[in-house]
């Protein structure tokens, strides 16, 4: 299987910054899309940013200019770096990869676990 494993969540003031992480273990051939992805108290869940594994990148509108998300491919590991961070960015954020764990296999979505995000003074 593949476990992808968040980290870097915590409290923040507003104004501040944090760099999340994910990292891809298990059985896995390669990765082609990863993403970030948000969900607020009482709220859906929202793409936040995504990046190919070329290096392509989109993001949400309301993070742009703030958030960048960026990955390793060798490491198979996803970052997302938050500056500027306001209360409304306070989120469980979860990771996305779309893997194929078999050189004949078609791509899967896995979700990490989440790590929580809290933006308040």
């Known amino acids: 299987q593949v476990k992808l494993v968040e980290s870097g969540g915590a409290l923040v003031q507003p104004g501040g910054s944090l760099r999340l992480s994910c990292a891809a273990s298990?059985?896995?051939?390669?990765?082609?899309?990863m993403a970030w992805y948000r969900q607020a108290p009482g709220k859906e869940r929202e793409l936040v940013a995504l990046i190919t594994y070329g290096g392509n990148t989109d993001y949400t509108n309301s993070v742009k200019g703030r958030f960048t998300i960026s990955r390793d491919n060798a490491e198979n590991t996803v970052y997302l770096q938050m500056n500027s961070l306001r209360p409304e960015d306070t989120a469980i954020y979860y990771c996305n990869a779309n893997v194929r764990q078999y050189p004949i296999d078609e791509y899967r979505a896995f979700w990490g676990q989440g790590t929580l995000v809290t933006v308040s003074s």
């Open positions: 298990g059985t896995i051939f390669s990765i082609r899309t």
